[in-house]
Nanobody, 129 residues
């Protein structure tokens, strides 16, 4: 099994920065091919933000966050990070860490939220004025 715990969210003024962390545990984590971050607002569809190939290092970013968000990992600590810069009000959402080995597509960024097997509880990001 895999357990994911997000942290690092909070309330930040527009233009500020946050760094989200996702601590992973469980004996299956080392077999997960794809890692990523999704976000979701109440009543809306879950939106892919960024993905990372755990072994390959290949990354994917949604157009809305390119140039502002960076996904990375510390494999020795089983931790995934999302550095968020130049925060906008539209970035205010619940952010979820995810992991899996989706079979739909070989490239992690071509898979949707339903293709990932494990999710954390989420961490709230709020952008204030």
């Amino acid at each position: 099994q895999v357990q994911l715990v997000e942290s690092g969210g909070g309330s930040v003024q527009a233009g500020g920065s946050l760094k989200l962390s996702c601590a992973a545990s469980g004996y299956l984590y080392s077999s997960m091919r794809c890692l990523g971050w999704f976000r979701q607002a109440p009543g809306k569809e879950r939106e892919g933000v960024a993905t990372l190939g755990r072994r390959s290092g290949n990354t994917y970013y949604a157009d809305s966050v390119k140039g502002r968000f960076t996904i990375s990992q510390d494999s020795a600590k089983n931790t995934v990070y999302l550095q968020i810069n130049s925060l906008k009000h539209q970035d205010s959402d619940m952010y979820y860490c995810e992991a899996g080995s989706p079979a739909r597509a070989a490239y992690c960024g071509d898979n949707g939220p339903a293709d990932f097997s494990y999710w954390g509880q989420g961490t709230q990001v709020t952008v204030s004025s």
